[in-house]
């Protein structure tokens, strides 16, 4: 999931599509492509002790941050797309609340499958 997300995310960025979003629209759709990749990311350390999954989600989430400013900058270097600080927002909205609610499950997972 987490890595379908992120292909799906670069694809997106570097290609141009034809009727641009309206804003409101395009918040919402930056916000769900990178809500699974927090959740995905936060699932993806469940089996590591509680204090380093803490520290590992915190890393997962500057990372998909990184991957969100990238893509941004991306855009904003093409002819045809425009980076935008409010995307990066809704991105880091996505992102960030992804990992809360991947933190929230992964305890509750790992307790299930053992």
Do not use: C
Not at 10 to 17: E, I, W
């Amino acid at each position: 999931m987490t890595a379908l997300s992120a292909v799906i995310i670069a694809y997106a960025t570097l290609t141009t599509g034809g009727t641009p979003p309206t804003d409101a629209d395009d918040q919402v759709l930056h916000f769900l492509l990178f809500f699974p990749l927090g959740v995905g990311g936060a699932l993806w350390m469940a089996n590591l002790p509680m204090p380093a999954q803490r520290r590992a989600r915190a890393l997962i989430l500057l990372v998909i941050l990184a991957f969100a400013a990238a893509t941004e900058l991306i855009q904003g270097a093409m002819p045809t797309r425009d980076g935008s600080l409010a995307d990066f927002i809704a991105d880091a909205a996505g992102a960030g609340l992804g990992v809360l609610v991947g933190g929230f499950i992964a305890p509750r997972s790992k307790r299930e499958a053992n």
